[in-house]
């Protein structure tokens, strides 16, 4: 079982700035794909971003773009969210997640076969 651990979520005012990070239980985690999602209150899970095993390739939601940047540090186990100029609309669950089969990046949540428990970004007005 890959394990993953959220942290770096919290309150901050609109036009803000948070970075979250996910650290995976796993030897490897070069050979996975990783990518955020993000559930906001009464709504459905949405993707944010994605990153190739090596972090030469990601995609973006496009609510997202220019605003957000996600990255990986193999050698850490950990992949990152820098989230700048935060919206209230941003406000939400996010959940790290790794794809562990095939190098393809892939904004399906359904492909992504291990998930953290999420932390909390809230943003407001």
């Known amino acids: 079982q890959v394990q993953l651990v959220e942290s770096g979520g919290g309150l901050v005012q609109t036009g803000g700035s948070l970075r979250l990070s996910c650290e995976a239980s796993?030897?490897?985690?070069?050979?996975?794909?990783m990518g955020w999602f993000r559930q906001a209150p009464g709504k459905e899970r949405t993707f944010v971003a994605t990153i190739s095993m090596s972090g030469s390739s990601t995609m973006y939601a496009d609510v997202v773009k220019g605003r957000f940047t996600i990255s990986r540090d193999n050698s850490k186990n950990t992949a990152y969210l820098q989230m700048n100029s935060l919206q209230p609309e941003d406000t939400a669950v996010y959940y790290c997640a790794v794809k562990p089969f095939g190098s393809h990046v892939t904004t399906a949540g359904r492909f992504y076969d291990y998930w953290g428990q999420g932390t909390q970004v809230t943003v407001s007005s």
């Open positions: 796993v030897r490897t985690v070069s050979n996975y794909v």
